[in-house]
């Protein structure tokens, strides 16, 4: 089945820094690669998502890079503000099966 | 309403008890997913109905047993649960199963303690 591998596990930026995560997946077939942000006790909320057939997207301070042939996937976040600290998971998606990456605890250091 | 709605936000349950988590959406989506989080983990799949139908079990014990009585409900009925099925439960939702277009929508949870 589909293994995500997501580094790193914790990421420390001061604001008004870019932070990147970055995601490997296994399986080939994987077409659909959403990025969420999870904060202390709410729900996974999507913030961008990228198809296997697009190579890079853009949603104002966030984008998402996609390398099928290395089968890796990246989130740029860029200007970053205190609101961003959360925790981020990248996702690949085959089929109906959503499988995530462990996380990375996001802080902007003020 | 572009939400899906879980009800209990909390429930705390003795090992012997029966309990039922309800999930909802009228976004029109075929699709609903029920997951389990753990604390500082992600989220894990745990049962996939597509069309009202069962289409995945990610071998999740028959403690937990899923009900999609129709295209907008979905419930999770949990008996004789051990301490270590203390978890957050989501719900999620797609407008349809394979590769959704719109993504996946999440529920704000049921957070689960098994005492």
């Known amino acids: 089945g589909e293994n995500v591998e997501q580094h790193p596990s914790t990421l420390s930026v001061q604001e008004g820094d870019s932070a990147v995560i970055k995601c490997t997946y296994s399986?080939?077939?994987?077409?659909?690669f959403p990025w969420y942000k999870q904060e202390l006790g709410k729900r996974p909320q999507l913030i961008i998502d990228?198809?296997?057939?697009?190579g890079e997207k853009k949603d104002q301070r966030i984008a998402v890079t996609l390398n099928k042939t290395a089968k890796h996937f990246s989130l740029h976040i860029t200007e970053t503000q205190p609101e961003d600290s959360a925790v981020y998971f990248c996702?690949?998606?085959?089929?109906?099966?959503?499988?995530f990456g462990q996380g990375t605890r996001l802080t902007i250091n003020p | 309403d572009t939400e899906v709605t879980q009800t209990p936000k909390h429930l705390v349950m003795g090992m012997t008890n029966k309990k039922s988590l309800k999930c909802e959406q009228h976004?029109?989506?075929?699709?609903m997913y029920w997951y389990k989080q753990k604390a500082k983990k992600p989220p894990e799949l745990m049962f996939v109905?597509?069309?009202?139908?069962?289409?995945i079990n990610e071998s999740v014990p028959s403690r937990f047993s899923p009900e999609c009585p129709n295209s907008s409900l979905l419930n999770l009925h949990l008996h004789a649960l051990q301490p270590e099925d203390s978890a957050l439960y989501l719900c999620?939702?797609?407008?349809?199963?394979?590769?959704?277009?719109?993504?996946?929508?999440f529920g704000s949870g049921t957070r689960l303690t098994v005492v």
């Open positions: 999620a939702s797609s407008l349809e199963s394979g590769t959704p277009l719109g993504g996946y929508t």
């Open positions: 399986d080939s077939a994987s077409n659909y």
């Open positions: 990228i198809r296997s057939n697009v």
């Open positions: 996702a690949a998606s085959r089929a109906q099966k959503l499988v």
């Open positions: 976004m029109g989506h075929r699709a």
């Open positions: 109905y597509s069309y009202e139908k069962l289409s």
